[in-house]
């Protein structure tokens, strides 16, 4: 072959490429496109044909073919062919650009497939430097060859302004360190005191003598820990009662990123008024996982069984349960007060991985008395959209104690019906949406309902070693050695679980007392002194037995004519 015809050969292979590129380049877009119209990013869809000059009318994705399925079989290879499977997203922490005092984006973990630098400065939204876009004339070689060294450069010179930025950032640190801002005072107290299990407390970590003040404040932030212990698990990072919180160390935590759930735009066909209750019903929904784990309960075997076998085995295992097997649509969770019904619901939305709607009676009838009616579709409407979903409805006696009855209001009527038919629906239809409805009074429920709550299930009050195992969780570390969690389990028969966590917070709320009182008396507080938090004696937890009763012995014949009469046995 000739030097020409090479050439000539070697142009026409780079066009054809720029072509195919070009062609990419736009097919994306169009993928892009139908992914947001099919789920609904209207404003997003609009913005980008007016961008991009494209748009579904004109052209749009060939069959078989979306985004979705693109994504998933590049996973598929890459897992072929490197034995794992790709990690498509990388988390992005927001900080405070050094300097500019704007928001960036900076990464903090590495995707397995991809680089590990920090992306350029201006963040993923930034139009990549050389993509050219798809409106214009297509880029030439040359053209694109200076695209990719300009691209290069700018890389180059963001990685110089991330690297600029974090010394910054260092500095801003180091200062931080030295003077802390006053509501940063609080955690650096906290930093100290929330070793407070029996902890000593000392100098604040700023190096400086910490006042009388701040020994208590810190004191109580300890306290505050210890009282979210309400729950079990309240010690276990993460756990419930901080879960998802700003600066929790979920947020830490580079899989619980991906464990958020991104929730879709709400439903086209939910306009005006009903779009705004959407949009109320949408905040309340958990994005994070509830997180409370099976673990986290302390006995109540029966009720975990029954709720797994009912709620959470349908929907891992969708297949299995069909025709006669449909799953129970509804179920109910009875029980006294305080025994665990919410940590139940919670449970089954961690461990499933539904969307969580919780929905207290209470805010139905005092927020929305008079669109309770709508509120109630809207919100079915949105399970449905987002399904699965464990819609959990608790206090269900205040919504649907028996209709009819003298003085019931007509709007009140109407929800409740609204809510039968909805769950009407559910049971016809085949979404994965389950109503978990929770009661301390199962008798005064509505004859009606309870045939929609085909499941009842009675959460007992907690026996003996369930009991002492959350003793022992909420007093972990606390205790002198001579005081007996069997002796605590033994003397709290009846108790509730909400009673028994309040026997344990009456008990560590002693030695606090303690040294409260020699606080106020000693007078200024010495530096160098140690002051010490002490354990909770055997004589302390006496007293907070003496003084706590068991709050929900009552009715307890009641339950038990309930659960032979209505109750699921086995
Ligand atoms: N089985 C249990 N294991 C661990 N903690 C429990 C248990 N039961 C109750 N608790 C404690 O009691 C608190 C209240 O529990 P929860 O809200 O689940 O009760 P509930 O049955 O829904 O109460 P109510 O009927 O009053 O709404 C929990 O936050 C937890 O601290």
């Given at each position: ?249 979920s947020d830490n935590d580079p899989d619980s990123f991906f464990e958020r759930r991104v929730l879709k735009p709400l439903p086209p066909q939910l306009q005006g008024e009903l779009r705004d209750l959407g949009n109320a019903i949408t905040r309340d929904i958990f994005t994070d996982s509830p997180n409370v784990r099976w673990d986290d309960i302390a006995g109540l075997d029966q009720a975990k069984r029954l709720i797994k076998e009912a709620v959470v085995m ?257």
């Amino acid at each position: 072959m000739s030097e020409l015809a090479a050439l000539k050969a070697l142009s026409k292979a780079k066009e054809s490429e720029e072509k195919r590129l070009q062609e990419r380049r736009r097919n994306v877009l169009v993928l892009i496109l139908r992914h947001l119209a099919d789920h609904g990013y209207t404003d997003t869809y609009e913005k980008l044909c007016s961008e991009s000059n494209l748009n579904l009318q004109k052209v749009d994705v060939a069959d078989n073919i979306d985004l979705l399925r693109v994504l998933q079989e590049f996973e598929d290879s890459y897992e072929l062919k490197f034995g794992k499977r790709p990690k498509v997203v990388r988390r992005l922490v927001e900080e405070v650009a050094a300097g500019g005092g704007g928001v960036r984006p900076r990464a903090v973990s590495a995707t397995a497939g991809g680089s590990t630098g920090s992306p350029p400065a201006g963040g993923p939204l930034q139009r990549p430097i050389g993509s050219g876009g798809f409106e214009g004339p297509p880029v030439s070689g040359a053209l694109a060859a200076r695209q990719r060294r300009e691209a290069g450069a700018a890389l180059t010179a963001a990685a110089e302004v991330t690297r600029k930025g974090e010394l910054l950032d260092r500095r801003q640190q180091a200062l931080n360190s030295v003077k802390p801002p006053p509501e940063v005072g609080m955690q650096r107290i906290a930093g100290v005191a929330v070793d407070g299990r029996g902890a000593v407390l000392g100098a604040g970590a700023g190096g400086g003598a910490m006042s009388r003040e701040e020994v208590a404040a810190a004191q109580l932030q300890g306290l505050h820990v210890a009282g979210q212990a309400a729950h079990l698990s309240a010690s276990r990072p993460g756990g419930p009662g901080g879960a998802g919180g700003p600066g929790s160390d979920s947020d830490n935590d580079p899989d619980s990123f991906f464990e958020r759930r991104v929730l879709k735009p709400l439903p086209p066909q939910l306009q005006g008024e009903l779009r705004d209750l959407g949009n109320a019903i949408t905040r309340d929904i958990f994005t994070d996982s509830p997180n409370v784990r099976w673990d986290d309960i302390a006995g109540l075997d029966q009720a975990k069984r029954l709720i797994k076998e009912a709620v959470v085995m349908p929907i891992k295992y969708p297949q299995l349960f069909t025709g006669l097997l449909a799953p129970w649509k509804g179920v109910l969770l009875y029980g006294p007060p305080g025994t665990g019904k919410t940590l139940l619901a919670k449970a089954v939305a961690t461990e499933c991985r539904t969307t969580f709607f919780n929905i207290s009676a209470s805010s139905i009838i005092s927020k929305w008395r008079g669109d309770s009616e709508k509120l109630v579709r809207v919100l079915f409407e949105l399970a449905r959209y987002h399904a699965p979903s464990t819609v959990f409805l608790d206090e269900i006696d205040a919504l649907m104690a028996a209709r009819g009855g003298e003085g019931e209001h007509e709007a009140s009527r109407r929800m409740k019906t609204e809510l039968l038919i909805q769950m009407d629906g559910l049971a016809r239809g085949n979404e994965l949406v389950f109503v978990l409805a929770a009661t301390n009074l199962p008798w005064e429920l509505d004859m009606a309902l309870m045939r929609r709550l085909e499941k009842r299930i009675l959460v007992p009050l907690p026996n003996t070693p369930a009991r002492r195992a959350m003793f022992a969780t909420l007093l972990a570390g606390r205790c002198a050695v001579d005081v007996s969690m069997d002796m605590m389990a033994d003397r709290t028969e009846g108790y509730s679980g909400s009673d028994v966590a309040v026997v344990a917070k009456e008990a560590a709320m002693r030695p606090l007392r303690r040294l409260m009182s020699r606080l106020e008396l000693d007078g200024p507080v010495d530096p160098s002194q140690k002051v010490e938090l002490g354990p909770i004696t055997v004589d302390d937890a006496r007293a907070a037995l003496e003084v706590t009763k068991p709050s929900a012995r009552l009715h307890e014949e009641k339950y038990r004519k309930f659960n032979d009469e209505y109750g699921q046995l086995a």
